[in-house]
């Protein structure tokens, strides 16, 4: 069973930045893309960035790619979201998960272990 645990989520201003890492347990966390998604409330999970195996490719909303960034640790097993410029717009809960495969997706059916979730409130 892999389990995966966010940290980093908290109170923020409009402007600021926060640094999410979501760590994982096992030993094949190297062998899978990860992903984070976010969800509002109210509103359905979606897609914010995923990130292949090995860190050479990474994925992106095209509203959040200009200030989010997905990265990786294989040695830490831990993978990261650096978010910038952060608006109240911004603001859900935002979960980790680990892909099916090796390959990064962008739909929630292709994460196989999810983790808890982390709050992220931008205030204005």
């Known amino acids: 069973q892999v389990q995966l645990v966010e940290s980093g989520g908290g109170l923020v201003q409009a402007g600021g930045s926060l640094r999410l890492s979501c760590a994982a347990s096992?030993?094949?966390?190297?062998?899978?893309?990860m992903g984070w998604f976010r969800q509002a409330p109210g509103k359905e999970r979606v897609f914010v960035a995923a990130?292949?195996?090995?860190?050479?490719?990474?994925y992106g909303v095209g509203s959040l790619k200009g200030r989010f960034t997905i990265s990786r640790d294989n040695a830490k097993n831990t993978v990261y979201l650096q978010m910038n410029s952060l608006t109240p717009e911004d603001t859900a809960v935002y979960y980790c998960?680990?892909?099916?495969?090796?390959?990064?997706?962008?739909?929630?059916?292709?994460?196989?272990?999810w983790g808890q979730g982390t709050q992220v409130t931008v205030s204005s």
């Open positions: 998960a680990r892909g099916a495969t090796f390959r990064a997706g962008t739909q929630p059916g292709e994460y196989e272990y």
């Open positions: 990130i292949t195996w090995s860190g050479g490719s990474t």
């Open positions: 096992g030993r094949t966390f190297h062998t899978y893309a």
